[in-house]
């Protein structure tokens, strides 16, 4: 029984306090007036009820109650009940003060004025137990007596009040009354460990929402501060009491403080976490905490500030949760959408909802906890039970170490208590314990089943309804309440002061009552806890195991191998085994293999043994998660120390000294879980063997599946088990056997220490004191935290405090290790010890054996150390040399390293399967040209391949110490990581014969080798030679004019260079000291290039032969072949009126440094004043022409963009955004820059009509039709439409049809009117983001195919708009527009263009080398390598180039030029102009002409190569640029479009791609043509027979190509219909290059060694004997091209075989080829097969008059280079091709013609029906159509594969007439419908019948 209450208060305003501006209250009277024993009298109760403050009132305000909790210091909690109402304030109405009992005289002086000012006071009951009822009637009483003057003497009431007792629990009703005419009853619950709440949870869910409830709800789990504000007290008090209540079975062990009191509120910026309630009147000040959780409850919102991280709950718990309760709150939400609504339920009662509701949490955490019991470790049972939670156990076996909540609750305090609480096996029970015995099964199935659930659910609310409200009759209560409105009376007394000694006597009184009927209490009911399921998964699917049997069958096998020494079988099973550890049963399989092997006293081996098994050890070591590295190393720990071998008499090495690395081992929640399970284990042997149990205990484990489950037996029996037996009996023991059990418990544990002591100076100890890792740590911050996520996290701490005297040591080095090892191992001591009760005598005892165990120890290591270094070293493969090609040699002799996977899946034989390449063993050596790893994979089962990666020392982007993690030795081991922009990633770690220093040597070459000095250092120039100077000796006189010139043009640059304006290297000072001209460059304007070199005499001389070469120079023959005009001085007039010259005033490089020596310039320009023009443009590039249209002359010219003012205009004004744009027109070199317009548009050929329109080719503007239309479009040849209507508009029409961005038009009405505006056609070229293929495509592409030509509507007069297409067009940056006007008279326009300028392509480049070797595997399925290519956005900038590049050859292909002047000319200008080149003229998709153009367009318009290939000293900081790459992948995916018309194959593009940047070649090292005449680089000199040339890469690959076709395409065969190729550039028509992928892993790279004219075979294997002629081709290892050649290539092979064999001389390849395609010609020809109009041969492969778009898609050839794989084949393609040559080689007269007849066919829309010879064929799956029966050739064929239906029709117009009507049938395939018409009704049956059986055979 407990006291109803502990005492009644009454507390007033305090007068005497007021004067500070804020009341406060006093405590009248209380009652009784000594403290109860153990119930102290509660501090601060006048702050508390009221907690706003005391503040005098103006008018009556009705009472108020509502409860406030104070906590006491023992943590329990006292509910004290305040009634508050107003008086009168006497003292204010100037009558004379009161004391002492005066009240009652005061009432009979008659009558009072009536009050201004009331003054509040409060009625406070204090009791321990929580009846908020039961006091509001008590208090109420009290108050109603007292205001209704009611017959009854207060003090009565008071002393009744405090003699009442209740029982605590169990459910019975009490009855009691006060004495003033009151019956009252109090119900208790059943069992008071489950909270009572009445309905305030419901309430709370009502007032926050779900959501909200369930965010405060995690908030309160995982300790974070809670703070709730509302206007009302009541309301404050329900909302914590509910969420206190949420958390059972957790207790609330912070501050819970439901009513804050104003005086109070700095607590709310206590450290710890809270659950506070404060009224809104506080607000204001509240808003100002920054880690507080702030519940709005009256606006029901919550504020989580932007520091805190809510952990939610983990998933599927949450979402379960959610819809649990959205079910229980709502459960109208189901049938809200119903048509016919069931009739209202009446609303759930609260009080019900609140159970159902609480319901859900109390499952909630059965879930949550399901399990925990099996991670409970039993440390003591005597005198009281001491239990130990595993949670990295629980958590592991959870599957939840990711999801932070859990793991944050468990450390919480509320679960501690819960451990302390609900961790012995013999407590009483309740729901609770029920709950989490569930089985798994059931909660899944109710997840499942929602009526089970329902179900579930209303019987748990039930149970926890009936706790509160046992009893359904409550018996009669009647409590009298004041009458109506009394609050409100004038004249009211004030409340009396009761006569204390009254109270007391009465009390006394009742107090006697009570101790003659006192009632005993019940004794809790004690029994067994259920212990539940074991833990599981939570997600509920186990993690998928990866064919587990099989990897343990390999564990087991391997482990068997070792320990009968099967040396070889161990090898090859040993990497398998290794890899198998990954799985978590591999690991588990292994501990209990060598458990067994110890058992069976195999714990001795000989040194191959205990090496095998410590890599294993290790290996599960360190593979092994968080979650269950605990378990894996407890298990091995005493197998550590079992294993052993004989080093020399009387030393054995253990296997701990080997496993001593893995931070396991200082990670002191390890060694304390594992202590405390080994303990457990001891206590239930002592248990189990204890003698009262008269049965012999059998030690074997017997199956559980066979026991009857009533009896478990001894063996079986858990030591909770045995602990509740225990703790049953225990009352029951005498003295003595108590006594005797604890003392037996003790020595228990306290022996378990010893063990565990010398067990962790074993591990720790290092086996080499000087070494150890460790220790060297530098001192961690927080020992405790015991992370074990690092080793830093280790022993050390102590490094820094000076060693123990009394050690004894005096090596200092050596106690070091020692002291901290004690230190670490006493720490752990004292915490276990103490935490299970051993002895402080024990404790110290352990102390002082410590420091003699480690000193012991580290003797014996010391010899075991000693001796172990005699071991002979493990055999280590034997280092291959690598083959070095031609002038190549070794800068570093070979580090011995391992080559790790670089991220890619192929070689690793992950989930792709395949041998296991990588990793593997080898060395990696550094030579003058690339950096090379050779060894053989480490996986014995793939045998002694070689491996081999390799890239040019030149493409390092990126080279990166790391520590790695060394697959094979299972360490950690610093490594280098190399990347490279060829693609390749070196990610290596050196073994331990490599030391720091070799490695800094390493990478100091490297980067000397990187970055040559000179030109002439790189591998271009020095392979094989000395570096020589920079001038050249003197020779032949010839020579010495250039070396004047260059030595002149050098001295003068030189002078000019000290006026350069814009950045100056860093570099400056270092290259001044060399040649300072060669390697310093700026992007800025340089006003150097105005610094004319003085006239010397030696020009004059030498002028002729600069002349002559020049001539020789690719530019000059490009011009010549495109007739581009003669070189002529501008005075002479050419006669033959051509409209350009080539000038050659820049044959000095005077004009512009960056530009070819000669230049094609208009006619009429004078060559001075190019000088002006060029002041204009960027770095002076002018304007200049480099490709004339061969069919409308229109011509393509490029520069610089523009200055947006002269240069001049730059030096005048500082400011130049101020000046207007048109102060620059009268500048000279502006106008002069206008004429030059001028000019060029006078010189371009008048290609355009008088009237303005154009001879437009109907296909020339599909070309920007978006693809998927021109496709399957079947556009016939037509001679070219002329298209008689304004250009514009049809123009506008075509180009602007792509409703994409790609235009945006915001000029229209200008236009329409026919006002010519500049920016009229095109407002601005926008950079469309991706392609949106809009309807309105389809349309364009209709019109254009010249179905719809109708003039827009719109056109007023066609005359107006004669001039809309402009002759020439200029595309600009926007930017440099602006400011750019024109002559409105010039017939030009502007476009602006916004493009990818490098830096992109630069950002866009790091990314797509990350996509492609990502050098670790992607921890996330989703970052596959498509998302990371998409990501890097490069096809994006292809795309955007290609359409630019398509614009192009539009207009030039429509007759208007093309001015490009973007940046500075030199990289975007360059990737267009060379691809409109390449689109637009056939002659530079050869492979002479691709030189040319690369050649001219690249290298002689100066192209920085060196320095956006990062190949200089100088552009050292500004990273690689991939500018020519972005084209060869532009160029490739031409290609791949059009594989018929490029002379070239892919592995030619693959070449360039790779040799550009990789310094083998000279032609790629300067930035422009003055750079390589000034060293001397740019002309052959033939005078000069000293090898001191440089190798070219045209000689090179014309030397190669005439050797053997690896660069050329055998389908070459190019339409000269269709010299324009148009390509379809939307984004998912182009396609990844394979040079990012491919490797061949076998050779290296074969870009290099494909240049050697030795056949590979022979120099690469000669140790491996080929004995079978069966090979393993295996993608990145093997070249698949050379193992598997095309037919061609094998073809050419074998007659080379031959020739040989036959002794003839051999025969070119290209003679042979030819003569295979005349043969394959005539024998077409003889049968007759070729008809005139489809000639279109490419040869080998005949192809009917296939149109351009049909050509597109054709069946690839493999490319024969080496290291090439077959490209994937066309879908569409192949099946024609296939027919193709099938057709070839079947006889006309063989011709399978299954069913053959005479169809009418109708041609496509609008046209006629034509009379066709059908002829089915079943064998090759077509209708085929001829024109007549005896017709040889086929007319075309429709592909039955792709035939859905065929149907009866109706007859069409235009169908032939008298047929009846019943002969129509239509052919429905993929890509259209077919109308056909037989001759009669029942012909067209027989074919619908035949092609339909056709169809379903197939």
Known sequence: MARLADYFIVVGY?????????????????????????????????????????????????????????????SDRHYCSCLTFYEAEVNLQGTKTLEGDGDEDEEEDGLIQPAQVFAPKSLILVSRLDYPEIFRGCLGLIYTVYIDTLNFPLEGLVANLLTCTVPVAGGSQKLFSLGAGDRQLIQTPINDSLPVTNKSLSLLFQQLGIQNVLSLFCAVLTEHKVLFHSTSYQRLGEACRALDAMMFPLKYSYPY?????????????????FIIGVHSMFQSEIHELLDVIIADLDGGTIKIPECIHLSQLPEPLLHNTQTTLSMVLHPDLEIADNAFPPPRSAPSNLKLLDKEVRAVFLRLFAQLFQGYR???????????????????????????IENDFLPKVLDGMAFAGFVSERGPPYRACDLFDELVAFDVERFKEEEENPTKLQKHMRELSEQLYRNENPNPHMAFQKVPRPSEGSHLRVHVVPFPVLEEDKVEYLMQEGLAKQNHTNISARPERKCVVPAGPPVVSITGKASSVFNSARRLEVVRSCIGFIFEN???????????????LKGRAARQCLTEELSLHVQQNRAILDHQQFDHIVRMMNCALQDCSNSEEYTVAAALLPLTTAFYRKLAPGVNQFAYTCVQEHPIWTNQQFWEATFYSEVQNQIRALYLNT????????????????????????????????????????????????????????????SQAIHYASLMVYVLVPLDASKNKLLRAPPAADWESGSNSIVTNSIAGSVAESFDTESGFEDSENSDVANSVVRFIARFIDKVCTESGVTQDHIKNLHSMIPGIVAIQMETLEAVHRESRRLPPIQKPKILRPALLPGEELVTEGLRVVLDPDGREEATGGLLGGPHILPAEGA?????????????????????????????????TKDKKISIQNQLHQNMQEGLQLRSASFQLIKVAFDEEVTSEMVEIFRKHLQRIRYPQSIFSTFAFAAGQTVPQLLLPKQKERNTGLRTLSKTIVKGAKRAGKITMGRQSTLQKKIEKGSRMTWHEDDDISVSDEGEPPASSTLKATEKSTMEQLVERACFRDYQRLGLGTITASSSRSKSGEQFRVTAVNRLYSLCRSYPGLLVVPQSVQDSSLQKVARCYRHNRLPVVCWKHPRTKAVLLRSGGFHGKSVVGLFKSQNPATTAPAASSESSSSLEQEKYLQAILSSIPAYFKSNGSNTLSNRSLVGLSPASERRSSRIPKMAPVYLDISFSNSFTRGVLGYRDKLFTHTNQKSSAKGRLHNQGVWASLRSSSRFIQHPSAAEVGARLAGKDLAPPIGSESLQALLKQQAALYIFGEKSHLRGFKLDSMLNCELVPVEFADTRQAKASFKKLLRACSPSAMPTDAEDSFLRALEESEWILQLHKLLQLALILVELLDSGSSVLLSLEDGWDITTQVVSLVQLLSDPFYRTLEGFQVLVEKEWLSFGHKFSQRGNLTPSSQGSGFTPVFLQFLDCVHQVHNQYPLEFEFNHHYLKFLAYHYISNRFKNFLLDSDYERLEHGTLFEDKGDKQAKRGICVWECINRMHRRSPVFFNYLYSPSDAEPVL?????????????????????????????MLAVPSESTEEPDTIATSKRRIVWPCYSSVARAEPDAITKLLADIERLEGELGQAPERWHTTLEKVRASVQEDLKQEGNLRKQSVSISGLIPTSSLQAYQRHSMLHLPDSGLGEDSSPTAANGVSRRAATLYNQFTPKNEENRSFEGVLYKRGALLKAWKRRWFVLDITKHQLRYYDTDEDVSSRGHIDLAEVESVVIATPTIGAPKNISEKAFFDLKTTKRVYNFCAENAQSAQQWMDKIQSCISDA
């Not at 559980?704 to 009996?729: I, K, V, Y």
């Not at 040209?929 to 493409?955: A, C, M, N, W």
């Not at 148009?1622 to 494909?1650: H, M």
């Open 14 to 74: 305090d007068q005497e306090k007021t004067g500070s501006g804020e009341g406060s209250g006093r405590i009248i009277q209380r009652f009784p007036k000594k403290d109860w024993d153990g119930t102290a009298f509660p501090q601060g109760v006048e702050m508390f009820c009221q907690p706003g403050g005391w503040r005098l009132s103006r008018e009556r305000k009705p009472p108020t109650f509502f409860t406030v909790v104070l906590t006491d210091i023992d």
């Open 257 to 273: 403080i439901p009513i804050l009191p104003s005086r109070l509120l700095e607590v709310l910026s206590s450290p710890t976490p």
């Open 374 to 400: 099996s991670c409970l470790q039993l440390i003591r049972i005597h005198p009281e039970p001491v239990i130990h939670f595993h949670k990295a156990a629980f958590l592991g076996q959870r599957g939840l």
């Open 566 to 580: 099967k040396t070889l079988e161990t090898e090859k099973a040993l990497p398998a085994a290794l890899r198998a």
């Open 691 to 750: 003698p009262e149990d008269n049965q012999l205990i059998t030690a074997k484990l017997k199956e559980p599946g066979l026991l009857p489950p009533s009896s478990p037996s001894e063996s079986e029996r858990t030591a909770m088990d045995l602990a509740a037996e225990q703790l049953r009996s225990w009352p029951s023991l005498s003295k003595e056997k108590q006594q005797e059990l604890v003392k037996s418990e003790e020595s228990t544990v306290f």
């Open 924 to 956: 990696l050596f550094l030579t003058t040209y690339r950096i090379i790893f050779k060894g053989t994979p480490h996986d014995p089962l793939v045998g002694e391949q070689p491996v081999i990666r390799s890239f040019p020392v030149s493409t390092l």
């Open 1622 to 1650: 148009k390509p379809s550039i939307s984004i998912p028509n182009l396609t990844k290059w394979e040079f990012y992928t491919a490797e061949t892993l076998s050779t290296g790279p074969s870009y290099d060694w494909s």
